[in-house]
């Protein structure tokens, strides 16, 4: 595959983005890379860790006693977690989940864990995953006063759920 950007070099660096349920991809060369911010030194370099402390509210309220948002079990505040990307145990989960919500909506479209579904669980499986799916976005429309895409999210459902009919 080709560089987008400069159409020369072979694309090494390919970078997706999810925005409104829809996926932007890009794909670039080292170089190009590079030249937008993409890496640094010799090669592009990309984490998770980075990518996810960049995604974190920067602009976080203080907890409820007025202090930083801090785990009590290892001590880890939210702006460390903001600068590595990584959080220090598994209670940062819970002591970060107002800031966190907001984040695995962003990076994964849910906040909850839907799991895979096996290639051999069939059709069925997919289209009821699919209606469940759709019924959480139009309920969030619905609360949202978004009734137009609550109509065509409704539409949706019901011409699925006629399929499985």
Avoid at 4 to 19: D, F, P, S
Avoid at 31 to 44: L, W, Y
Wanted: glycine fraction near 8%; charge should be negative; hydrophobic fraction near 30%.
């Amino acid at each position: 595959m080709q560089c987008q950007i400069c159409g020369k070099r072979e694309a090494t660096v390919h970078y997706t983005e999810m925005k409104d349920d829809k996926v932007e991809q890009l794909h670039l060369c080292e170089e190009c890379a590079r030249e937008r911010g993409f890496g640094s030194g010799d090669k592009a370099d990309f984490s998770l860790s980075d990518l996810l402390g960049s995604m974190a509210e920067e602009d976080l309220p203080p907890d409820s006693s007025g202090g930083t948002l801090r785990c009590s079990r290892c001590g880890t505040t939210y702006a460390q977690f903001r600068s590595s990307g990584r959080l220090g145990c598994p209670d940062c989960f819970q002591a970060f989940r107002a800031p966190l919500i907001p984040l695995l909506r962003r990076v994964h479209g849910s906040d909850e864990y839907m799991g895979k579904i096996p290639v051999s669980a069939g059709e069925e499986q997919r289209k009821n995953r699919e209606i469940r799916n759709l019924k959480k976005r139009l309920d969030r429309a619905v609360r949202m006063e978004e009734f137009e895409e609550a109509a065509r999210l409704r539409d949706e459902i019901r011409s699925l759920e006629n399929e499985n009919g």
